[in-house]
């Protein structure tokens, strides 16, 4: 990191101590450490491991056929959960890890591992047991681990002799991945570094391998799996290396390894509330999460806001400036690995107009790539850095600045793998410009009904990644957030791909921004038209329910490759995609709705698991409407399917209306308090003309 870096990263977190002093309190559950070389100071030893020259030796070489086994363990105990608030820690840790066979020896030993462990004293067997567990007592054990794992162990249902997996409680992965993938053998004894981060607000956990010199992390892991850990941490636990051989003479190494745990968050107010705040919201609150990791600091930092309030901003800035200087030497010349922190902090940043204008050719039309109701959307390329992103530039006035800025503050801070990332705003000479990262297959709708197959086709296991990806975002925006956000506008063409074909939902948060300039009605066209839940259309009143029917309606696009709403082939009735499958689904040929573009290439099982995943989330009863959450379960095989019923069920608004119309006045106008948008919809919400819901 360059000097200007250490500086954000201290005005960050300036801010944050200053003005959110409960924050300050978490730091105590946040741990980091970094040993360049290990000492017996901070680690035990147990079963084989030995140290020498401040490298840990993990096994023994104890003469064939006999085997052996060993554990270090970081000796002080680390929070991952704090037990009156149920919140869990991230965590990021890289070590450096040598594999060694003797020259021309082919068998091979077992590999090596990073545990946690709620204890600091058990030891697995010897063998094919990685050291993580006991051969005599398999669930004894307990443990999340990531093995690198050199030798095929059927029973374990490995892949082969050269891999990395996510183990918990048992040695059959979770997940595992292919080292020769990219091009590492794990036993051919060079150094290599592996980077494992868990990132508790997205449930995901990436580990990066590389064995180049250069200890620089790749961009891309090798290992991405999606889950929460929350489930498997205790309130405190153990770290280490565990390794073993099987009648081999494997040895295995570790040389350095550093670790920073943090997010582990205590009551506090909620901040960012975006209905009721001051134009400074964003720059008081930015909205991410900032490590504490420098504990012994923060009495300093205490003291500074003491000094702040008492002595004014002159002083304040000086003092800032001071210590900023003094710690970013401090920090040069300790060896702190602040990169592990570098790429967790990357979060939204304020862009200058002029940068954006040059960036984007002063907008030059030419470098627009799309149209929303938000405005157009243009290219940008950054000549310093030679990055792409996308600049949305609205077409509206934004007096309501104070709102804008209020919601941003929600969208910056959302943070998962399906969500197109935010990478900065500007506001200024009464524009409003979002930069997002740059999605170069563009929305699925461009992909799903292109003419030409300029990009490739999009294959069933594409079609339903896509599904499971943008149920996981949904499942996090409206039940895992710390404020639900209700997306408003999900559609095709609102879900981008990025390079993997992963979907990437974009314009969250907007179509309310947008509320206050129009009312959703009148942002009706044909296109969004199909999207929208009945009682959406009713009574204008967004909730997660309209936003699951929605989905339905792109998951059946995805299945069928057809529109929402489409002119029967040759003739003039439009039909509406929902009915149409549900049709089929009557005469029991659901199956018939799939797109007939992918030429049998697809499993039917999930072709119909997809299909009826798609009805049911559409159903024009909201309360038969599965949650996001339950969605996701179904798609991942964790939970049964819904039943869907024959016929589709019937709607009448008028003969079960669940409010009267002065309860819908009224809980518009309570929803006015938050959604200062809704006064504008009010009105035009009961002016709807009633649409007929017909089985
Ligand atoms: C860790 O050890 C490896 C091998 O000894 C070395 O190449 C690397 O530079 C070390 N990394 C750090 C951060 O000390
Ligand atoms: C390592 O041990 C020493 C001595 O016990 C202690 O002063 C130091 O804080 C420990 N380091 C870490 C990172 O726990
Ligand atoms: C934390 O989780 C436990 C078990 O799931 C639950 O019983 C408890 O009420 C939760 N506490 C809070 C503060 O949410
Ligand atoms: C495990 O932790 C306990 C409590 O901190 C300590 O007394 C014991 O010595 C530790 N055992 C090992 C093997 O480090
Ligand atoms: C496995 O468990 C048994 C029974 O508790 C114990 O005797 C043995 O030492 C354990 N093995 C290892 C390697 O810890
Ligand atoms: C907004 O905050 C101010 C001061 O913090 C408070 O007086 C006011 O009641 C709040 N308004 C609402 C609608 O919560």
């Given amino acids: 990191m360059n000097s200007r870096n250490h500086l954000a990263f201290l005005l960050i977190f300036f801010t944050t101590i200053i003005f959110h002093p409960y924050t300050t309190s978490s730091s105590s559950s946040s741990t980091t450490f970094h040993f360049p070389t290990l000492s017996l100071q901070n680690l035990s030893l147990l079963g084989d491991s030995y140290l020498r020259n401040g490298v840990v030796g993990l096994t023994r070489d104890t003469g064939v056929p006999s085997s052996s086994s060993g554990t270090v363990i970081f000796t002080s105990p680390i929070t991952f959960l704090n037990p009156t608030t149920n919140s869990t820690a991230s965590f990021s840790t890289k070590f450096t890890f040598s594999i ?82 990219i091009g590492i053998d794990l036993k051919s004894g060079s150094y290599i570094t592996a980077w494992i981060d868990y990132w508790h607000d997205g449930n995901n956990l990436k580990v990066f391998l590389s064995e180049s010199e250069s200890n620089k992390k790749p961009i891309y892991p090798i290992l991405d799996v999606d889950i929460d ?76 806001g003491l000094a702040v309030g008492v002595l004014g901003p002159v002083f304040f800035c000086s003092v800032l400036v001071v210590f900023g200087y003094v710690s970013v030497k401090k920090w040069r010349e300790s060896k702190m690995d602040m990169n592990i922190q570098a790429e967790l902090l990357t979060g939204p940043k304020q862009f200058s107009y002029k940068e954006l204008k040059v960036a984007t050719n002063g907008f030059h039309s030419g470098r627009i790539i799309g149209h929303g109701a938000f405005g157009s959307v243009y290219k940008a390329v950054f000549v310093s850095s030679g990055a792409t992103a996308a600049v949305k530039r609205s077409k509206h006035s934004h007096e309501g600045k104070t709102e804008f800025l209020a919601e941003l503050s929600i969208i910056a801070c959302l943070r998962h793998k399906n969500l197109v990332p935010l990478q900065g705003w500007c506001v200024e000479k009464g524009e409003l410009l979002l930069v997002y990262e740059y999605m170069p297959y563009g929305s699925v709708d461009k992909v799903l009904y292109q003419e030409s197959g300029h990009w490739g ?18 499942a996090y925006l409206h039940q895992e957030c710390e404020q639900q956000v209700i997306h408003r506008d999900i559609k095709a063409s609102n879900v981008m791909l990025d390079a993997n074909f992963n979907a990437r939902l974009g314009d969250f948060g907007l179509a309310r921004i947008m509320d206050h300039d129009k009312s959703p009605v009148s942002t009706l066209t044909a296109g969004t038209m199909g999207y929208l839940a009945p009682e959406y259309l009713q009574y204008g009143k967004a909730t997660d329910k309209t936003d699951v ?27 509406n995609l929902v009915d149409w499958v549900w049709e089929l689904h009557s005469k029991g040929a659901i199956c018939d709705a799939v797109d007939k573009r992918l030429n049998k290439e697809f499993d039917p099982d999930e072709v119909r698991k997809l299909l009826l995943v798609g009805l049911s989330c559409a159903n024009p009863d909201s309360e038969k409407r599965p949650s996001m959450r339950r969605v996701l379960q179904i798609l991942n095989n964790e939970s049964d399917e819904i039943a869907v019923p024959k016929m589709k069920p019937t709607l009448s608004f008028s003969n079960s209306l669940p409010l009267s119309i002065e309860d819908i006045i009224v809980s518009s106008l309570d929803d006015d308090e938050e959604d200062a948008s809704a006064k504008a919809s009010t009105n035009a919400n009961l002016t709807v003309p009633v649409i007929r819901i017909d089985g």
């Fill in 100 to 181: 060694q066979n003797p020259k021309g020896i082919s068998s091979s030993g077992d590999g090596i591992s990073f545990f946690l462990s709620p204890n600091n004293h058990s030891l697995g067997s010897p063998g094919g047991f990685l050291g993580l567990v006991n051969s005599t007592q398999l669930t004894k054990n307990k443990f999340i681990a990531i093995e690198f794992d050199t030798r095929l162990d059927t029973h374990f249902n490995d892949p082969n002799d050269n891999h990395v997996g996510l183990d918990i409680n048992s040695l059959n992965s979770i997940k595992t991945a292919d080292c020769s993938l």
């Fill in 229 to 304: 850990l929350s489930l498997y941490f205790q309130e405190v636990m153990y770290l280490g290396f565990s390794g073993s051989t099987e009648g081999s003479t494997e040895k295995h190494f570790v040389t350095n390894w550093s670790f920073t745990s943090f997010g582990i968050r205590h009551p506090k107010p909620r901040i960012g509330n975006p209905h009721n705040v001051s134009d400074d919201t964003v720059a008081k609150n930015p909205a991410i999460e900032v490590p504490n990791n420098v504990g012994d600091r923060n009495k300093k930092h205490k003291k500074i």
């Fill in 457 to 474: 086709f999009l294959k069933w296991n594409h079609r339903y990644n896509i599904a499971v990806g943008l149920a996981s975002v949904l």
């Fill in 549 to 575: 029917f929605s989905y339905g309606v792109v998951v059946l696009e995805l299945c069928c490759g057809r529109r929402p709403i489409e002119r029967e082939p040759g003739g003039h009735k439009m039909i």
